[in-house]
Structures are given as C-alpha cells and as structure tokens.
C-alpha cells in the first residue's frame, strides 16, 4: 500500500497555464482512469454560488457539519440541496467540494469551466493512471501510484496551504522516481522544483 510520491514539475500564476500543462502530461499516460477528483475550498457565496450553477450534483460539505435538529444527525449538501438565501448559505462557510467526475468525453470539458469558476480558496484536480514502462532505467508504470494533479491557489499537493501560484503535480511508485519525473517535466518545458511529497 503506502502513498504515491508527487514531484512539483510546474508553476505558474495563471491557473489556465498550469491546467494547460497538466492536460499535456496526462497525455502521456498510457492509461488514464475515467474519473477525475476535483476538490476546491470554496469560501464566500460567489464562488459556491459560481461552482453549484456548474457542478450541482457534487458533494459540498461545510467545515463544521450542522446537525439535523430532529435527528441530530449530521446534515451534507449536494448542490441541489444547499441553502438558496446568501445569508444562510454564508452561515456554512467555507465549503468543500470534493468528489469525482467523468474525464472523459463531453463531460470533461467541465474541467476547464471548473478552473474558471474557482474562487481564491486552495483547489485541485487529479487524474491517475499509469505512466509507460521504461525498461532503460527500469521505471515501471504502477496503476496504483501515477498520474498528474493541478494545484491551484497552492503549492502542496495536499492543497492545505494558500499560495498566490498554481502547481503541477506528478505522482509516481510509492518508491519514488526522479529520472521519471524529470523526463516528464521536460516534456511540458518544466523541471523538477522540489523534493517529493507524500501523495495519494
């Protein structure tokens, strides 16, 4: 088991630039999964106002989940389920989002509505597959661990913390793998900017 590890290949203060570049190296995967991970805090009602009218069927979730005053149990939001009055809805700030979406076909091009729609909050999308086998340097692609994440508002690839760039993401084998990931990097005209972190 274990986490992949992720290499910063990319950074840039344009978040359409950054998402640009991560397209270019999942066009490198041999394989990609069919569902993306799209994640964003999302902290004033514009941006959820902004992100529901795109995505109404995702998962939005508040910081500090209210409880069901019948029940007491804890109360979650689609979209579609979130308070409509501004002024309820501020009560639920931040939110998150964070679910997976189809990548593939006429759906994906919700990806690129989904970096335009993004707010000043820390935000994420993440495609995995499995990177080419390489039998030079004995990479090997490992479907568990590869695949390339956009970072925005970000530096990390836990996006925890804010940070006024957007950052691209490579991950490989839980083992690491520079040469892969410098490779990769040079593919888009980056270079390594970093020592790995803990991934997914």
């Not at 910063?8 to 190296?25: E, G, I, K, M």
């Not at 091009?109 to 990177?131: D, Y």
């Not at 804010?162 to 593919?187: E, I």
């Amino acid at each position: 088991m274990g986490n992949s590890r992720a290499y910063p290949v990319y950074r840039s203060s344009d978040p359409l630039d950054a998402y640009a570049q991560a397209q270019r190296l999942c066009a490198l995967l041999d394989s990609r999964d069919a569902d993306a991970h799209m994640g964003a805090e999302l902290r004033t009602v514009a941006d959820v106002q902004r992100m529901v009218k795109l995505l109404p069927d995702m998962s939005y979730d508040p910081d500090r989940a209210p409880t069901d005053p019948v029940t007491g149990d804890y109360v979650f939001f689609t979209g579609r389920t979130l308070p409509v009055d501004p002024v309820e809805l501020e009560s639920l700030l931040p939110l998150l989002l964070n679910d997976e979406f189809a990548s593939e076909g006429v759906e994906a091009s919700v990806e690129a509505s989904f970096v335009h729609a993004l707010g000043k909050g820390p935000a994420t999308i993440g495609w995995r597959g499995r990177w080419p086998d390489d039998p030079g340097p004995g990479s090997l692609g490992s479907p568990r661990y590869d695949g390339v994440q956009a970072v925005f508002n970000s530096d990390d690839s836990d996006w925890e913390q804010w940070a006024d760039t957007h950052t691209v993401f490579v991950h490989v084998t839980k083992f690491g793998d520079l040469d892969r990931a410098r490779w990769l990097a040079a593919q888009i005209g980056g270079e390594v900017l970093g020592e790995a972190v803990t991934g997914w």
